[in-house]
C-alpha cells in the first residue's frame, strides 16, 4: 500500500536541464516520467506543478528590463512548456494524464478546475497543473501551495536536488545536518529555504503537509510512497 492515496507532486524546472545549462534534458525527462508511472500503477492519485526556471524566471527578467507582470506571465509560459513535454513523455510510457492550464489556451490544455482535476485523477489520469496561478507576482511554489489544497491532496512533495532540509545550504556549508522532520514553525524560526513565505504559510493554515527529497536519483519517488525515510517531512 502507498503511504498517501492523493498528492500534488512539484517538480522543479531547473532539475528538467539534466546536465545541460539550458532547456529539457529528454533523459531527465524520461526518468521522471518512468518514476511517475511507478507510483502510478500502486493506485496513487497524482496531481503535478512544475516550475519553469530551464526556460525563463520571471524575478531574472526583472533585472534586465523586462516589466514584473510580462516577465512573470513568460514564467508561466515556461510551465506550459514543461508541463507538454511531461505530458508527452508519461504518453510514451503508457500513462494517461490531463494538461490543466490556469489561463485559457486551448486546444494546448483545459482550463484548469478543482473539480476537473479531481475527475481526473479518480478515473486514473494524471493531472498537469500549468500557468502558476495564473497571476504574476507569485511563485510556482505558491502555485503547488494552492493546488494542492484545491486538490485535496494528503501531501505535497517537493521533488528537489536535494534530499530534504538542512540547518543550512548543504551546497555551501558541509557541515549543514539534515532533518528527518521539522514543524512550520520550526522553519520561520530558524528562517530555513523550503519554499517561499506564501507557499509555506498557505500549506501551513491549511494543515497540507510537505515532504522534501531528491527526485533526481531515479527510485526516490516510489520510496517516498514505499514510506522509507529518505527526505524531510514538513508539518504542524
Same mark, same amino acid.
Given at each position: 500500500m502507498a503511504k498517501f492515496k492523493r498528492i500534488l507532486l512539484k517538480l522543479s524546472g531547473e532539475s528538467l536541464m539534466g546536465e545541460q545549462k539550458y532547456g529539457i534534458d529528454e533523459k531527465r525527462l524520461t526518468e521522471y516520467a518512468q518514476q511517475i508511472k511507478e507510483i502510478h500503477d500502486m493506485g496513487v492519485e497524482i496531481g503535478i506543478v512544475i516550475g519553469g526556471g530551464n526556460i525563463f524566471r520571471g524575478l531574472k527578467g526583472t533585472g534586465r528590463g523586462f516589466d514584473r507582470v510580462k516577465g512573470d506571465q513568460m514564467g508561466m509560459l515556461a510551465t506550459v512548456i514543461n508541463g507538454l513535454g511531461l505530458s508527452s513523455a508519461l504518453t510514451s510510457v503508457d500513462c494517461p494524464n490531463v494538461?490543466?492550464?490556469?489561463?485559457?489556451?486551448?486546444?494546448?490544455?483545459? /482550463?484548469?478546475?478543482?473539480?476537473?482535476?479531481?475527475?481526473?485523477?479518480? $478515473?486514473?489520469?494524471?493531472?498537469? /497543473?500549468?500557468?502558476?496561478?495564473? =497571476?504574476?507576482?507569485?511563485?510556482?511554489?505558491?502555485?503547488?501551495?494552492?493546488? %494542492?489544497?484545491?486538490?485535496?491532496?494528503?501531501?505535497?512533495?517537493? %521533488?528537489?536536488?536535494?534530499? %530534504?532540509?538542512?540547518?543550512?545550504?548543504?551546497?555551501?556549508?558541509?557541515?549543514?545536518?539534515?532533518?528527518?522532520?521539522?514543524?512550520?514553525?520550526?522553519?520561520?524560526?530558524?528562517?530555513?529555504?523550503?519554499?517561499?513565505?506564501?507557499?509555506?504559510?498557505?500549506?501551513?493554515? $491549511? =494543515? /497540507?503537509?510537505?515532504?522534501?527529497?531528491?527526485?533526481? *536519483?531515479?527510485? $526516490?519517488?516510489?520510496?517516498?510512497?514505499?514510506?522509507?525515510?529518505?527526505?524531510?517531512? *514538513?508539518?504542524?
Open positions: 494538461v490543466l492550464t490556469a489561463i485559457r489556451m486551448e486546444p494546448i490544455g483545459e /482550463l484548469y478546475s478543482k473539480w476537473k482535476a479531481i475527475e481526473a485523477m479518480q $478515473n486514473g489520469k494524471i493531472a498537469i /497543473l500549468v500557468g502558476g496561478t495564473g =497571476n504574476p507576482y507569485f511563485t510556482t511554489d505558491t502555485g503547488s501551495s494552492l493546488r %494542492g489544497i484545491e486538490i485535496e491532496a494528503d501531501v505535497m512533495l517537493k %521533488g528537489t536536488r536535494v534530499d %530534504g532540509v538542512y540547518t543550512a545550504d548543504p551546497e555551501k556549508d558541509p557541515n549543514a545536518v539534515k532533518y528527518d522532520e521539522i514543524t512550520f514553525d520550526e522553519i520561520y524560526n530558524k528562517n530555513l529555504k523550503v519554499m517561499d513565505l506564501t507557499a509555506t504559510t498557505m500549506c501551513k493554515e $491549511n =494543515n /497540507l503537509p510537505i515532504y522534501v527529497f531528491n527526485m533526481d *536519483v531515479v527510485g $526516490n519517488l516510489k520510496k517516498v510512497m514505499d514510506g522509507e525515510p529518505i527526505g524531510t517531512f *514538513v508539518h504542524n
